[in-house]
């Protein structure tokens, strides 16, 4: 297994946080509230950050990126707009974690 940077560390630590902390996904349909489950993958192949996103049972996505942090972000669109938007709120910028980890 590859060595993490710091950085890295911390924005997979931060959003693993953040899904413990969002809890189970609540859909309406037709009336009906369906909890449903979905699955996220980020993970690191040489130099690139692959995410891989599955909702429902069903795969949404899969994308490389340079940067971690790009890989998390767009892993949130296989996620609905609800928790989405949790995640876009809640995560600190890329700018704010490399900050934070320069000051280390």
């Known amino acids: 297994?590859?060595?993490l940077t710091d950085y890295e560390k911390d924005v997979l630590d931060t959003f693993k946080?953040?899904?413990k902390n969002a809890g189970a996904i609540t859909c309406?349909?037709?009336?009906?509230e369906t909890?449903?489950?979905?699955?996220?993958?980020i993970a690191k192949r040489g130099d690139k950050w692959v995410s891989y996103v599955y909702e429902r049972g069903e795969y949404c996505g899969f994308r490389e990126f340079d940067d971690v942090y790009d890989a998390i972000i767009d892993s949130f669109d296989g996620l609905?707009?609800?928790l989405s938007?949790?995640?876009?709120?809640?995560?600190?910028?890329k700018e704010e974690f490399k900050e934070r980890n320069r000051q280390r």
């Open 1 to 3: 297994m590859e060595e």
């Open 17 to 19: 946080q953040l899904i």
């Open 28 to 32: 309406y349909h037709f009336g009906e």
């Open 35 to 41: 909890i449903f489950p979905a699955r996220i993958t």
């Open 80 to 82: 609905g707009p609800n």
């Open 85 to 93: 938007y949790y995640f876009i709120d809640n995560l600190p910028s």
